[in-house]
């Protein structure tokens, strides 16, 4: 009880000082006149500062902007532990990094900059992308329109609307300034050693070139969306029989990882940890992924790689994976999903 107090107190107090900046910054600047001429738009600051599936799936912006005016310098403003993922963009010029331990840095940046159009991506409200927006200073500061930030942004794009996946919610703002060519793809770039390191453990861990390669990730970020690992160990020992299946770990899970498989009579090989987009890579380099509805099912999306998702939480229709041969199995607050189901499934897809 005392908690669920405190929640509400904390509630309220960050309305509250919400509703004051709103009340300081007043009204958004007149709307400009649609459809946008880019050639007065110099400078564009896209805001996303949320998780890796987030910003793997904001990628296409960086590309339907730069291909149809390539005059445009480029900023994006992301996380500090995604910023890796837009290294080597040729289609961006500038990644600033929001450090939640050190806000003020890029706070002070945004300043600085001048930008004459920001992006807001977040299509549910965000008042830490909402404050970054307003901290550019531009003049045409483009977002969903949420009754909480309706005065931060002058070009407003309606919330309500079909479902649709979240590329194509963050296209929607390109559209309403006018955009038609779009660029719809997810793509991540990939550097020299990057390339190098995925090509080392393909050799180190191959065992045999006539095997199919099943990548397999068993963790999730909260543990009630994530399918049981007994679950996962009886479809990875009946995938052994006719092909090779490698563990991906996350950041804190390769000593559970090790300790769960040095259980089984058969075993995956537990690979060491990768960044994002070595991940990536080597998800090009092998024949499915099988994992829970997590970021990582989206770099599969940006290689172009099938994946058979377990959906125990979150809308399909805007989280689902893009490639045409991926698969879907829903689990949502039962027990219904059985490994021969899931099993079966990958047997399909390999085939």
């Given at each position: 009880m005392a908690n669920q107090v405190l929640r509400t107190i904390e509630k309220k107090t960050k309305q509250l000082i919400w509703n004051l900046i709103g009340i300081c910054a007043g009204k958004a600047s007149s709307p400009p006149k649609l459809p946008l001429d880019f050639n007065e738009i110099k400078s564009v600051l896209v805001i996303r500062p949320?998780?890796?599936?987030?910003?793997?799936?904001s990628t296409p912006v960086y590309e339907?902007?730069?291909?149809?005016?390539?005059?445009?310098?480029?900023?994006?403003?992301?996380?500090?532990?995604?910023?890796?993922?837009?290294?080597?963009?040729?289609?961006?010029?500038?990644?600033?990094?929001?450090?939640?331990?050190?806000?003020?840095?890029?706070?002070?940046?945004?300043?600085?900059?001048?930008?004459?159009?920001?992006?807001?991506?977040?299509k549910k409200f965000s008042a830490t992308a909402t404050f970054f927006s307003l901290s550019s200073d531009a003049k045409i500061r483009v977002g969903y329109n949420h009754k909480e930030n309706a005065w931060a942004h002058n070009v407003r794009v309606p919330v309500e609307g079909p479902a649709r996946h979240e590329t194509e919610n963050n296209l929607e703002l390109l559209r309403?300034?006018?955009?038609?060519?779009?660029?719809?793809?997810?793509?991540?770039?990939?550097?020299?050693?990057?390339?190098?390191?995925?090509?080392?453990?393909?050799?180190?861990?191959?065992?045999?070139?006539?095997?199919?390669?099943?990548?397999?990730?068993?963790?999730?970020?909260?543990?009630?969306?994530?399918?049981?690992?007994?679950?996962f160990e009886t479809v990875i020992e009946q995938l052994l029989e006719s092909a090779q299946v490698w563990m991906v770990n996350g950041p804190g899970e390769e000593a559970e990882l090790q300790t769960a498989i040095s259980n089984m009579q058969k075993k995956p090989q537990l690979l060491p940890l990768l960044s994002a987009k070595e991940l990536a890579l080597l998800m090009q380099e092998c024949d499915v992924l099988l994992c829970n509805h997590t970021g990582i099912m989206h770099l599969a999306s940006a290689v172009n790689k099938p994946v058979c998702?377990?959906?125990?939480?979150?809308?399909?229709?805007?989280?689902?994976?893009?490639?045409?041969?991926?698969?879907?199995?829903?689990?949502?607050?039962?027990n219904s999903l059985s490994p021969d189901t899931v099993f079966n499934t990958l047997l399909n897809m390999l085939s």
């Open positions: 949320d998780r890796l599936g987030d910003v793997v799936l339907t902007l730069k291909k149809a005016f390539p005059h445009l310098h480029i900023s994006a403003l992301v996380d500090n532990a995604q910023k890796g993922l837009l290294a080597d963009n040729p289609n961006i010029d500038r990644v600033l990094v929001y450090d939640p331990k050190q806000p003020l840095n890029v706070f002070r940046q945004l300043r600085d900059e001048h930008f004459d159009l920001t992006l807001n991506l977040n309403a300034l006018g955009i038609q060519k779009i660029q719809s793809q997810p793509r991540l770039y990939f550097s020299p050693d990057e390339t190098q390191r995925v090509a080392d453990i393909m050799q180190q861990f191959r065992a045999s070139q006539n095997q199919p390669i099943v990548l397999v990730k068993s963790g999730t970020r909260v543990a009630k969306w994530g399918w049981p690992w007994q679950k998702v377990i959906f125990k939480h979150g809308e399909i229709k805007r989280w689902g994976p893009l490639n045409s041969s991926s698969v879907v199995l829903e689990e949502r607050d039962d």
